[in-house]
């Protein structure tokens, strides 16, 4: 057990016998003995209490464009105050944040900030939300949840970037709280996740479903790495889950890189990324871009009614061109977005 660390007694968990916990923050649903952790390493057993260890701890805070989570249909062109602990409940061997996600140890690294010094400092930097994001935002879910309800009062939107393992009984605390998530939806097929991630797909699947269902806006990410997740037939499947939960889902699609502990594939050729997104809008999304490259028009947001570009953009730069409001300025079509 960790002595003198910051702790908070968690939520989401219910007490057992012999001092065990059952947590159900998310779908590892971890039952914990006395003195261990859960799978996320941030969650600790304490005499049958169960406490975050990172509650306050920031390891990362940043000024960022919304673009950058990413996030299109989500107040375009503004900025996001991006916080993070260390910590995740995935292993994921290609990880491009390993260096924090994987950073919680016998000592948890990062420096106290009480949530009113991270709401003040959005708003001291002129930003529109906050972005709880880098790690995965619910393992810091209680310390997320008071810097979303004083930002809320602020007028300051809150949005997860996640890996979408979250239980029904979190997203429920989640609804009305948190506005928008971009969703990492790493393969179609469960044998990824169970051997590069050390998870499950259909927790994620369900949880996007029920993200949608709760009013958040939900925006989804896939990193297609060439030879593990990028068979046509299996994205054409993960295009038709997404497009019968709601056509107007945007799809992210990105582009892989070599690193942490993998590199068995090499950086996925531009050339799949578009075909990736050309099935994507073949089972009826409307609205599909591509991630970690110049991609020019498959950066931009066009009107799936009359073809005009609303939405320019060019890396994490956009531009609205064509919005009126939130309809199209050529035929007035109603376009999924929140100014």
């Known amino acids: 057990m960790s002595e003198g660390q910051n ?45 975050s260890l990172v509650y306050g701890m920031l390891i990362a805070a940043h000024v960022d464009p919304i673009e950058k989570k990413p996030l299109y249909h989500f107040q375009p062109g503004s900025r996001s105050f991006s916080i993070a602990t260390v910590g995740c409940n995935f292993r994921c061997d290609f990880c491009q944040n390993w260096n924090i996600s994987q950073a919680a140890g016998s000592v948890i690294p990062g420096d106290y900030t009480e949530p009113e010094d991270v709401v003040n400092a959005a708003l001291r930097h002129g930003c529109r939300s906050i972005s709880y994001t880098y790690t995965e935002p619910t393992i810091f879910f209680e310390y997320a949840c008071d810097c979303a309800r004083l930002a809320a009062a602020k007028g300051l939107r809150n949005n997860f970037v996640t890996n979408g393992y979250q239980t029904l009984e979190t997203i429920e605390s989640m609804a009305g709280l948190i506005d928008a998530a971009n969703v990492d939806l790493k393969a179609f097929n469960d044998s990824f996740y169970r051997e590069r991630c050390g998870a499950r ?84 999304l409307r609205y599909v871009y591509a991630g970690n490259l110049p991609a020019g028009e498959y950066e931009n947001t066009r009107c799936p009614a009359c ?16 919005l009126d409001g939130s309809r199209c300025g050529g035929c007035g079509h109603a376009i999924p977005i929140i100014l």
């Open 7 to 51: 702790a908070h007694e968690a939520t989401h968990y219910r007490k057992a016998e012999k001092e065990f916990c059952e947590c159900f923050l998310c779908a590892h649903r971890c039952r914990i003995a006395p003195g261990r952790r859960g799978v996320c390493r941030v969650r600790e057993n304490r005499g049958g209490t169960l406490y």
């Open 201 to 284: 797909l259909d927790p994620v699947k369900e949880a996007i479903r029920a993200m949608h269902e709760a009013r958040i806006h939900v925006e989804v990410t896939t990193l297609l790495i060439p030879g593990f997740n990028d068979d046509p037939s299996e994205l054409r499947q993960l295009a038709e889950f997404l497009a019968a939960i709601s056509p107007d889902m945007p799809w992210h699609v990105s582009r892989y890189h070599p690193d942490y502990k993998f590199d068995r594939a090499p950086v996925t050729p531009a050339s799949t990324i578009f075909n990736a997104l050309e099935i994507g809008k073949a089972a009826g």
């Open 307 to 322: 073809g005009k570009t609303l939405i320019e953009r060019s890396g994490f730069h956009a531009e609205i061109v064509g």
